[in-house]
Nanobody, 115 residues
């Protein structure tokens, strides 16, 4: 079974920065694409950024040029560097790891952007 654990959330003022991490315990399974999603209160979960096993990335329009997704395959870790944060970035951020037939999710980490 794959275990996915996020960390790094917190409270940050508008314009601030935060970096999220996601560690994946693969237990011998192969992980392909990985991504960050977020869900704000009363809204559906949405894709923030995604990175393929070869490093190809794509971003939601709302975070382009502000967020950077990266992965360290040797450490089985996914990152999301978030800059110039806005109040509308407030949400629970979830890490997703895609196996060959199953999608694995973490429990989420809260990011709150407020003064």
């Amino acid at each position: 079974q794959v275990q996915v654990v996020e960390s790094g959330g917190g409270l940050v003022p508008p314009g601030g920065s935060l970096t999220l991490s996601c560690t994946v315990a693969k237990n011998g399974l192969t992980i392909y694409a990985m991504g960050w999603y977020r869900q704000a209160p009363g809204k559906q979960r949405e894709l923030v950024a995604r990175i393929s096993s070869t490093g190809r990335t794509n971003y939601a329009d709302s975070v382009k040029s502000r967020f950077t997704i990266s992965r360290d395959n040797a450490k089985n870790t996914l990152y999301l560097e978030m800059n110039t944060l806005k109040p509308e970035d407030t949400a629970v951020y979830y890490c997703n790891a895609q196996g060959s037939a199953t999608s694995y999710w973490g429990q989420g980490t809260q990011v709150t952007v407020s003064s």
